[in-house]
């Protein structure tokens, strides 16, 4: 049962209910929730209290709290469950979530809750599970309602009475011919409007073309938000129906679409938010280590100026400036260009006008903040060789920073390296070395 | 007209007419495009190709295309036209993106365009318009299809059939008593499969509760995306319905949502992958501007140390892997926070667990890598007092930056101070102060 607007009342009910421990009061509470609600009630506590809300559930529940939860997590309480339990929840799910599950369990697992699921069911997910969950054909569930297009509508109408319920997010019957292959679309508001007697060929949609079923998710999201779908058919190389994408399915992929950007440019990888200490460390601790050798790499740049920073101490204390403003820039042009690649919005006509653009704005900040930097550095330490020094290596430093941003992440693209995961590695390592080289550097010419 | 499986093949198709320029071609295959598809051709072109790409558009077109461009750029081409030419798109639109549209404008603007606009229009605009659009009613189209809970589904279906069309995303009719007030909502697949002979309130579902006009648009994305809503009716404090939000709706939310903690963590603000050098250099100039400022707040640090660095060089060819490892922890948990936030996953119950384990993840990573680090740095300079300084400030700062990643995203939401925009920025002084004053700060200790 779904009380959307009740619900953070009850959340915050919830909250002291599981705070004070009266868990009676926690498991009615949850018994009035929305399976969305409870699902986030859980992703949304630590490890501890996972389990103990898991056990409030009532048995009833659990199939589409499932569904809604979090992969990891929800893997978490499936490895936990017998092949029967497990088959027999999964026989209350849409099989394009079924298949979803079944992906992420242990091929023993996965084939055991197979057995014991009936003939057609079996068949159904069969046909899902045979697609990876990051094509078209992994987002679709297999249950369609079609019609022929030489029916008249009020037939539809007979038809659909004829069955107890719709598959959630119909907003359209599929149109197939004698071979099963896709014709075209009769969206639900056409046949409610339209006059019985016309037949679907009348008023069907055929300017929708159908989805072919190895088409990346992420393409497949993309057709969903430009084109405002509800729903999609999905169609194999014979152009044959197999299924039909809806949209809750596509909403998941672009949250975790933009989520991968963030995350990887964070380096924190895909983490729950609560996973726990000896979860979260080793994944963390990978980065920091590729982090300890770019700087070790920066390091010994600065390294083989030992000399001049002996004689001008100053410039030890200045250089991190440099290297942290070529960083900065460095990173909004890398993430400018990531999420242009994530958005699709990036392709060999425009990647030459922004490899420019970010040059230019390179040139530009650079030259606003040398100037402010030269004049602040000269100042403090009374020494305006200094103050040019570090102009110039800004200027230098912040070019390069806006260039590799920008040439970077076209590269990695090119090594099929994801840019995202693999640019702000490479990046920082560059700003940091040019920093420091083009201001000790410059240094060293100008007072040894 | 849709293509979407032709879409890829024709934009690309485009992009050779664009290269050579032939526009009577370009003008041919934009025909043929969804509004969604030359959307995108548009926003990922550069400025110089744009506006080529909007005068080459058929007038017909022009109100679906500026409906699927990112605001930004709607707003350029709104800004250079007639009023009437506006009314006149604008009553071809949704009113919630009508709405959109005009909150976008110049006041005066959006007054011209109401005037032109008939009476019932303008009312409907109006209603929308009271609200901002990060809020439920800002959200909503007021073009609703009502019906009362005493009437029989064949009365229904027959009212439905006096439409010519029903609106987008119709996925339900919305039940509503003689005073206007929402009272459930009776569902299209229901309709389809019940016997018509019954009546609405036997078949309706009530256990949907409304969205409140003023609910955040967050919070209705979050109701959207758990529950897999298609749409959802609104109304006011007295429960009076309003108008009805759809998923293209939401969807735009989410991808904004998703987007700001991406932008704002890599301090480029919302931008336009394609906006001009003269665009993008001041909006960026300022963070690095600001950055400057906290790195000459890392260097006055130092600054205190000159005596130690000149004595001991390689302490400044350390420090900043100090400063650096610092600067990574931290950004790490300042992402998850962030990103925990943006979920609404983060509460009082859960945060003191979230920032003992970011302390804990700090503890243990900071004793692997400065244990590295002491024997890597001891061997390079045959001294291993500076190996165990540099250890001891690598834990110091690897500490400081997980409990400072966690407490500060927390301390500035009470603050009501965006973390995501914030947090970057005082998070890496932190770091980078903490970094060279614990490493510079032994070592004096230690060689003075």
Known sequence: MNTAAGSQKQLDRLDRALSAGTLGDVANLMGELSPGDI?????????????????????????????????????????????EALADIVGKLDDDDV???????????????????????????????????????????????TVRADMKLEVVLRYLRRHAVLPENTDAVIVVNRKDQYVGLLPVRTLLVSDPGVSVREMMDTTRDPIPAMLPATEVARRFERNDWISAPVIDDDGALLGRITIDDIVDVIREEADHSLTSLARIGEEDTFSTVLHTAPRRAIWLGINLLTAFIASSVINLFQGTIEKVVALAVLMPIVASMG?????QSLTVLVRGMAMGHINKRNEGWLIGREAMVGVLNGVLWASVVAVAASLWFDDWTLGFVIAAA????????????AVLPLILQRLSIDPALAGGVVLTTVTDVVGFLSFLGLATLFYM
Chains 1, 2 share one sequence.
């Open 39 to 83: 699902a986030h009630l859980i992703s949304s506590s630590p490890p501890p209290f996972r389990h103990v809300l898991w056990q409030l559930l009532e048995p009833e529940q659990e199939a589409d709290v499932l569904n809604e939860l979090p992969d990891e997590l929800r893997n978490v309480f499936l490895e936990e469950m017998q092949p």
């Open 99 to 145: 298949a979803d599950i079944l992906q992420e369990l242990p091929d023993a697992l996965t084939n055991q809750v197979l057995e014991v699921m009936d003939e057609q069911d079996r068949a159904r997910i069969e046909t899902v599970l045979g697609y990876s969950d990051d094509v078209a054909g992994g987002l679709m569930s297999t249950d369609t309602i």
């Open 327 to 331: 960083g900065i820039a460095g990173t």
């Open 394 to 405: 800004l200027i230098i430093n912040l070019i390069t920073a806006g260039v590799t941003g």
